[in-house]
């Protein structure tokens, strides 16, 4: 079993120390996909839902929550980054959108939760802005895709369409 990083010896949670780290390239991608009604899919396309540009406007949520992400995340260490770029896919064949997050530093620690964090929110603003015509909209698929950097190297999901 590997040691658990945030719990010190007698059981307490903290965050972890990373002081002695030396800072490296770091980056992280994650996903969310949103299913919706064809009504939905197409009206968020078009750019034609009376509360304004959705994808732009959970384009700058899910880039301000990445840099936020410290604030919501109880241990995520705050950070200075470098990049953040929030983008959508279209899917038509499902009446989906598929978010991608990408997020990259120059640091001693990690940029995974920022990156979920920004697909997370950037789905979640899809939803508040088009629920007045679609409540049943279903947000899915929430994962890191890839990371690069660190101590743990690479790591790129198999078996997810991206």
Not at 33 to 44: A, L, N, S
Not at 73 to 90: A, G, K, R, Y
Not at 104 to 117: F, H, N, S
Not at 119 to 146: E, G, H, Q, R, W
């Amino acid at each position: 079993m590997s040691e658990l990083t945030h719990i010190d010896d007698k059981g307490r949670v903290r965050m972890v120390d990373v002081t002695e780290k030396k800072p490296t390239r770091r980056a992280a991608v994650a996903q969310a996909v949103v299913h919706m009604t064809e009504e939905t899919f197409q009206r968020i396309v078009a750019g034609t839902v009376a509360k304004g540009n959705v994808l732009e406007t959970a384009r700058i949520a899910g880039v301000m929550a990445a840099k936020k992400t410290a604030d919501l995340i109880p241990m995520c260490h705050p950070l200075n980054l470098t990049h953040v770029q929030v983008d959508f896919f279209p899917d038509e064949a499902s009446h989906s959108l598929r978010i991608e997050g990408t997020a990259r530093i120059l640091d001693q620690t990690g940029v995974e939760m920022e990156a979920l964090t920004a697909v997370s929110v950037a789905a979640l603003t899809l939803y508040d802005m088009s629920k007045a015509i679609d409540k049943a909209m279903t947000i899915t698929d929430i994962c890191l895709l890839k990371k690069s950097g660190g101590k743990s190297g690479t790591f790129t999901r198999k078996n997810i369409a991206p």
